[in-house]
Structures are given as structure tokens and as C-alpha cells.
Nanobody, 121 residues
Framework: QVQLVESGGGLVQAGGSLRLSCAASGRTFSTYTMGWFRQAPGKEREFVARISWTSGNTYYPDSVRGRFTISRDNAKNTVYLQMNSLKPEDTAVYYC??????????????WGQGTQVTVSS
């Protein structure tokens, strides 16, 4: 059974930093793509970052590029999201997700429970 467990959320002032962690278990993730998403109250879920577990290739939307960094630790089966220069609009519940790294596959079938990030102005 696949489990994704996020941690590291909290309250931080604008301009500060947080590092989120996502501990993955239940299968071999070497052929998977891991993603981070967020959802603020009253808003749709938003893609934040993704990383290929095999190649380490990453991708970010413009809203976080240059401020957020996704990385993975193969030995610990853990994915991280380093968030710097945080803004109040980054406030949301952040979710870790996993999907097979196959052509044509864009849906993430596995999700964590989420961790709250609150950025005060």
C-alpha cells in the first residue's frame, strides 16, 4: 500500500523559508514522478513542482520558479520542497503526490494528507 506522508508545514513570516518533506513507502518509486501541489481556501488545487525520481529532472510553474526547489533523497525515499522568499499568497495546504513516469500519464493516483503552510504579512 502506497503511503505519502508530508511534514514540515507551519507558520512563517513573509520572506522566510520552510522545507517540506514527503516520506514515501509501499513500493519502489524509482520509476515514478513526484509532485507537490497546493490548495488555498476557496481556490483550485495548483501544481507547484515535480521531479523525476530516476533522472532528477525538475519543473516549476512561473509562480514559484526561483523561490522553490524540489529534491529527492533516494536512500531515504523522501522528497523535499525547499520554499524561500515566501509570500502571503503561498499560504495553502501543500500535498505530495506520485505518478508513474510514463508517456501519456499525467494523473497522480497517490496523494498524501497535506501539510498547512501559513505565511503572515
Amino acid at each position: 500500500q502506497v503511503q505519502l506522508v508530508e511534514s514540515g508545514g507551519g507558520l512563517v513570516q513573509a520572506g522566510g523559508s520552510l522545507r517540506l518533506s514527503c516520506a514515501a513507502s509501499g513500493r519502489t518509486f524509482s520509476t515514478y514522478t513526484m509532485g507537490w501541489f497546493r490548495q488555498a481556501p476557496g481556490k483550485e488545487r495548483e501544481f507547484v513542482a515535480r521531479i523525476s525520481w530516476t533522472s532528477g529532472n525538475t519543473y516549476y510553474p512561473d509562480s514559484v520558479r526561483g523561490r522553490f526547489t524540489i529534491s529527492r533523497d533516494n536512500a531515504k525515499n523522501t522528497v523535499y520542497l525547499q520554499m524561500n522568499s515566501l509570500k502571503p499568497e503561498d499560504t495553502a495546504v501543500y500535498y505530495c503526490a506520485a505518478r508513474p513516469s510514463r508517456a501519456g500519464v499525467s494523473t497522480y493516483p497517490y496523494w498524501g494528507q497535506g501539510t498547512q503552510v501559513t505565511v503572515s504579512s
